[in-house]
């Protein structure tokens, strides 16, 4: 269709797959999605490994999903962006574009240290390895107390394993707000989860790591849950640090055509669901042809802590058993939006 606008978008996770799904169903559209995995995962769902036999339901098949839309799919990795001549290199060619989303997501942040030897938390790979660790372990060390270290050392707990988190600055939730950081360790502290708090881990080897202090702790488990970067392909072409390529609140960036979304975009919470509920807007500006709208900015933020769940909002943070329900609830929610998006064309 030589009248119809190329999009291409770099990246298969939440805002990727989601806003090619949405931008789909515009006609006026030739959406081609990059992606170098052939899944989709549904990350928040990781932490239930621990607890379900039934973990392929956290996993989406992109091939699949796409099959009945409009939307080319090629798995393939993705090189370079050359933004003056609007071209995409990948493995297998180079691609043009009109509009072009970046949403190649973020990577594990080891902070400089060598964290190879050592389980992560972030992929389907990851989750794996660690389900089949935990079941022989009896305790455990994470090191990183954000809200990815926090909701896995509940569900650890649960599991019935002795946790420990370390981290460097003085609170667990650090990054969120002091109120949250205080509630956070008093709910760890009541569920005998301990937490280490202003010492930065120097050196990681097999089976301990060494502390700022020069005390050396020893574990039969160590996690790394010290946090994410933006994609470092997004970081390596753009110039850009860590946290990403800047957007606006319509999910443009200062280069023409092209837009981010998700973790690769220095902008908001960099949660799944939150660059879900971004995709359906930037969708709607792909069109040339369309008033531009704005993206729905998620101002809270929800944590499952095993059996309960927390919300984070402003200076307000709410701990209650109905936020674990929500968590859990969000799971089919998305499912479902998934499944309609890429079935209704």
Request: aromatic fraction near 10%.
């Amino acid at each position: 269709m030589s009248s119809s606008t190329r999009v291409l978008v770099l990246g298969g996770g939440f805002g990727g797959l989601n806003t090619a799904l949405y931008a789909s169903r515009d006609k006026t559209l030739d959406v081609t999605l990059i992606s170098k995995n052939k899944h989709h995962v549904y990350t928040p769902g990781l932490k239930y490994f621990l607890r379900t036999p039934r973990i392929d339901k956290y996993r989406f098949d992109i091939p699949k999903l796409v099959k009945n839309t409009d939307i080319e799919f090629i798995n393939d990795i993705v090189l370079d962006v050359d933004y003056n001549k609007k071209t995409v290199s990948i493995e297998s060619g180079e691609l043009g574009y009109d509009k072009l989303v970046l949403a190649l997501g973020g990577e594990v942040n080891s902070y400089g240290l060598d964290i190879t030897d050592i389980d992560k938390f972030y992929s389907w790979r990851d989750a794996l390895n660690l389900k089949e660790k935990a079941e022989k372990a009896s305790e455990c060390t994470l090191i990183g107390g954000g809200y990815v270290g926090v909701e896995l050392a509940c569900e650890l707990s649960l599991a019935g394993l002795d946790v420990t988190i370390v981290d460097s600055n003085d609170l667990p939730m650090s990054g969120v707000s002091k109120t949250t950081g205080q509630k956070t360790l008093k709910y760890l502290n009541k569920n005998k989860i301990s937490f280490y708090g202003g010492n930065r881990v120097k050196k990681i080897e097999d089976g301990s790591f060494l502390l700022e202090d020069r005390r050396e702790i020893h574990s039969e488990l160590i996690v790394w849950a010290g946090g994410m970067q933006a994609s470092r392909t997004v970081q390596r072409i753009f110039g850009v640090d860590e946290k990403g390529v800047h957007a606006d609140r319509y999910l443009k960036t200062k280069y023409s055509d092209i837009y981010a979304i998700g973790d690769c975009m220095n902008r908001s919470f960099n949660t799944g669901f939150n660059a879900y509920s971004q995709s359906k807007a930037l969708a709607n500006n792909l069109n040339p042809n369309k008033k531009d709208i704005p993206m729905d900015e998620i101002s809270s933020l929800m944590v499952q802590l095993g059996k309960k769940g927390m919300m984070i909002k402003g200076d307000r943070t709410l701990v209650s058993r109905i936020f674990n329900w929500y968590k859990q609830l969000e799971y089919y929610y998305y499912r479902v939006g998934v499944k309609w998006n890429s079935s209704f064309q």
